[in-house]
T-cell receptor
Framework: QKEVEQDPGPLSVPEGAIVSLNCTYS??????FMWYRQYSRKGPELLMY????GNKEDGRFTAQVDKSSKYISLFIRDSQPSDSATYLC????????????FGKGTRLSVIA | EAGVTQFPSHSVIEKGQTVTLRCDPI?????LYWYRRVMGKEIKFLLH????????ESGMPNNRFLAERTGGTYSTLKVQPAELEDSGVYFC????????????FGEGSWLTVV
């Protein structure tokens, strides 16, 4: 079983739609949860960063972590064509010296 | 402030040749990481430097890969001799010493071995 599972998509939505992206994980030691956005031929760029369970909102983006279910989500409201990218979940244990573990990434296209 | 910089951005080499990838982290960042993504797979950890010391090299695939970080500044990742399965994108990332800060990624070095 992979440590982090993420549906690679692709996911195609119309402009203005609410997008839901998800990851599940198996390692209960993970405490920090990140969402990265990666445009084509670019490096991953940190979007959201959450510690332990709960929600975090930043503009049109909301990250949710449910540690009891080992499930994390990223919601994008009022999606825009500029949101078209690959979204990667990543997580790390509390020690800080263990490596980031990534999901495969979900490719999102927002159609105008 | 300059971000994480990687050279070269693209490289095509023949099987058996040597390639050296370079990473310049954000100035002052003690932590430097190398990650790799091969086609169809997730980004995977290769190794972690704290200053000039290797903190964790558990992700290095084999002894054809050699990473260095002399003086705790820039880092190089050498692949010698390159094999076809080494093709992929190699990402460097850096982080300040205090955990909780953002891990910043470079744009990657895209390696094709033919």
């Amino acid at each position: 079983q992979k440590e982090v599972e993420q549906d690679p998509g692709p996911l195609s939505v119309p402009e203005g739609a609410i997008v839901s992206l998800n990851c599940t994980y198996s390692n209960s030691a993970f405490q920090y949860f990140m969402w990265y956005r990666q445009y084509s031929r670019k490096g991953p760029e940190l979007l959201m960063y959450t510690y332990s369970s709960g929600n975090k909102e930043d503009g049109r983006f909301t990250a949710q972590v449910d540690k009891s279910s080992k499930y994390i989500s990223l919601f994008i409201r009022d999606s825009q064509p500029s949101d078209s990218a690959t979204y990667l979940c990543a997580m790390i244990s509390s020690s800080g010296n263990t490596p980031l573990v990534f999901g495969k990434g979900t490719r999102l296209s927002v159609i105008a | 402030e300059a971000g994480v910089t990687q050279f070269p951005s693209h490289s095509v080499i023949e099987k058996g040749q040597t390639v050296t990838l370079r990473c310049d982290p954000i100035s002052g960042h003690d932590n430097l990481y190398w990650y790799r993504r091969v086609m169809g797979k997730e980004i995977k950890f290769l190794l972690h430097f704290v200053k000039e010391s290797k903190q964790d090299e558990s992700g290095m695939p084999n002894n054809r890969f050699l990473a260095e970080r002399t003086g705790g500044t820039y880092s190089t990742l050498k692949v010698q001799p390159a094999e076809l399965e080494d093709s992929g994108v190699y990402f460097c990332a850096s982080r300040d010493r205090d955990f909780g800060n953002t891990i910043y990624f470079g744009e990657g070095s895209w390696l094709t071995v033919v």
